[in-house]
């Protein structure tokens, strides 16, 4: 019997319910991350990105919603990965001049979100879901917005502390 041919819709909706599970596990892993912190702007903005992507998850169940499918989310390996590699240096480093450094390489490397909503607004484009394409443009936005504001912490203090200790 011949296997039935994927469409960009397919890879669409499996795409959304990929990026849904990492949203959902980032969502539980920031405040780990934020309770762990020792520099306090690095502590804010862990708590501005949890935030965030509280908004995120319901922007991603509007999505959900305006291609008639059930938000659920389906296991994405990197972020998985991502998670449990922030853990280790959590458990690793507590208490390390070092361990703001590695919580914000850890949060930076769960922003692989933004290349994938990026893929998902281009499809969303090409699909002509409008509504969706706004949706997760704003997400987008967001999430470089995030990497900037972590790249900055680490800049201006972060790294200069876990080095001179």
């Given at each position: 019997?011949?296997?039935?041919?994927?469409?960009?819709?397919?890879?669409?909706?499996?795409?959304?319910?990929?990026?849904y599970?990492?949203?959902?596990?980032?969502?539980?892993?920031?405040?780990?991350?934020?309770?762990a912190?020792?520099?306090?702007?690095?502590?804010?903005a862990?708590?501005?990105?949890?935030a965030?992507?509280?908004r995120?998850v319901?922007?991603?169940?509007?999505?959900?919603?305006?291609?008639?499918?059930?938000?659920?989310?389906?296991?994405?390996?990197?972020?998985?990965?991502?998670?449990?590699?922030?853990?280790?240096?959590?458990?690793?480093?507590?208490g390390?001049?070092?361990?703001d450094?590695?919580?914000?390489?850890?949060?930076?490397?769960?922003?692989?979100?933004?290349?994938?909503?990026?893929?998902?607004?281009?499809?969303?484009?090409?699909?002509?879901?409008?509504?969706a394409?706004?949706?997760?443009?704003?997400?987008?936005?967001?999430?470089?917005?995030?990497?900037?504001?972590?790249?900055?912490?680490?800049?201006?203090?972060?790294?200069?502390?876990?080095?001179?200790?």
């Open positions: 019997m011949p296997k039935e041919t994927k469409t960009l819709a397919d890879l669409f909706h499996d795409t959304l319910k990929d990026i599970y990492a949203e959902k596990k980032i969502l539980a892993t920031l405040p780990k991350m934020a309770k912190a020792q520099n306090d702007e690095l502590t804010a862990f708590e501005k990105h949890r965030e992507t509280e995120h319901e922007r991603l169940e509007q999505v959900f919603a305006l291609i008639d499918k059930k938000a659920q989310g389906e296991t994405c390996d990197a972020i998985v990965g991502i998670t449990e590699e922030g853990a280790e240096i959590m458990k690793d480093y507590k390390s001049p070092a361990l450094a590695g919580l914000i390489a850890a949060a930076q490397a769960v922003d692989y979100e933004i290349s994938r909503y990026g893929t998902l607004r281009t499809w969303a484009e090409e699909l002509g879901l409008n509504d394409v706004s949706l997760l443009q704003q997400t987008l936005q967001e999430e470089k917005a995030t990497d900037q504001a972590l790249t900055k912490i680490a800049e201006s203090v972060v790294n200069q502390e876990a080095e001179a200790a």
